[in-house]
Antibody
Framework: EVQLVESGGGLIQPGGSLRLSCAAS????????MSWVRQAPGKGLEWVSV???????YYADSVKGRFTISRDNSKNTLYLQMNSLRAEDTAVYYC????????WGQGTTVTVSS | QSALTQPASVSGSPGQSITISCTGT?????????VSWYQQHPGKAPKLMIY???NRPSGVPDRFSGSKSGNTASLTISGLQAEDEADYYC??????????FGGGTKLTVL
C-alpha cells in the first residue's frame, strides 16, 4: 500500500529548529518529485518546498534560507529541516508525492510559541 | 508568488451543478497545463481530484471535471451530493519552478 507518514512536529519556541520526517512505503521517494505543503490553523494550503528526483530543490519565498528539504534514500524518507522558526510557521505540515501530489500524509502539527 | 484567486464560497442543491474558478497569471495557470484540484474535508488531508487541468485519478467520480481558458481554470461538479461538501483548492506549477495554491473555496450542499 502506498503511504506517507509524517512525524517530528511539536511545540517550539520562536527562533528554534525542528526536523520533520515523512516515511514512505509502497514506492521509492528518490524516484519521485516530493513536496511539503502546510496549512495554518483555519487557513488554506500553502506550498513550502519540493525536491525533484534528480535532487533539485525549490522553496517558497516565505521559507527560503530557513528551511531545507532533503531525503535519505536508504530510509526511503523525506525531511524538512526548519530553522529560525517564527510564529507564522505554525501549521499542519503535509508531505505529498509526485508532481500532482496524488498521495498525502496525515500531517504533523508544528506550533511556534513562547 | 501571489495565491491563485478562488471564490471564498459556492453552494448548490443536491443534483445541481456548480463551478469553481481559479484565476492566475500567464506565469502559472495560463502558462502551463499543470493545474490540479484538491478536495479537503474538515480535519483530513487533501485529496487529489483533478490533475493536468482535466484528468481524473482513478477512483474519482466522473461528476468531477476540469477545464482551463487563458489564465482561469475551473472545476465543475455535476450531480451534487452531500458528501461533496468540503473545501476545494486549485494549484498550479509556476515559471519559478514552484507551486502556488488558490485560497480555497468552501462548497456548501444545501
Amino acid at each position: 500500500e502506498v503511504q506517507l507518514v509524517e512525524s517530528g512536529g511539536g511545540l517550539i519556541q520562536p527562533g528554534g529548529s525542528l526536523r520533520l520526517s515523512c516515511a514512505a512505503s509502497g514506492f521509492t521517494v528518490s524516484s519521485n518529485y516530493m513536496s511539503w505543503v502546510r496549512q495554518a490553523p483555519g487557513k488554506g494550503l500553502e506550498w513550502v518546498s519540493v525536491i525533484y528526483s534528480g535532487g533539485s530543490t525549490y522553496y517558497a519565498d516565505s521559507v527560503k534560507g530557513r528551511f531545507t528539504i532533503s531525503r535519505d534514500n536508504s530510509k526511503n524518507t523525506l525531511y524538512l529541516q526548519m530553522n529560525s522558526l517564527r510564529a507564522e510557521d505554525t501549521a499542519v505540515y503535509y508531505c505529498a508525492r509526485d508532481f500532482h501530489m496524488d498521495v498525502w500524509g496525515q500531517g504533523t502539527t508544528v506550533t511556534v510559541s513562547s | 508568488q501571489s495565491a491563485l484567486t478562488q471564490p471564498a464560497s459556492v453552494s448548490g442543491s443536491p443534483g445541481q451543478s456548480i463551478t469553481i474558478s481559479c484565476t492566475g497569471t500567464s506565469s502559472d495557470v495560463g502558462g502551463y497545463n499543470y493545474v490540479s484540484w484538491y478536495q479537503q474535508h474538515p480535519g483530513k488531508a487533501p485529496k487529489l481530484m483533478i490533475y493536468e487541468v482535466s484528468n481524473r485519478p482513478s477512483g474519482v467520480p466522473d461528476r468531477f471535471s476540469g477545464s482551463k481558458s487563458g489564465n482561469t481554470a475551473s472545476l465543475t461538479i455535476s450531480g451534487l451530493q452531500a458528501e461533496d461538501e468540503a473545501d476545494y483548492y486549485c494549484s498550479s506549477y509556476t515559471s519559478s519552478s514552484t507551486v502556488v495554491f488558490g485560497g480555497g473555496t468552501k462548497l456548501t450542499v444545501l
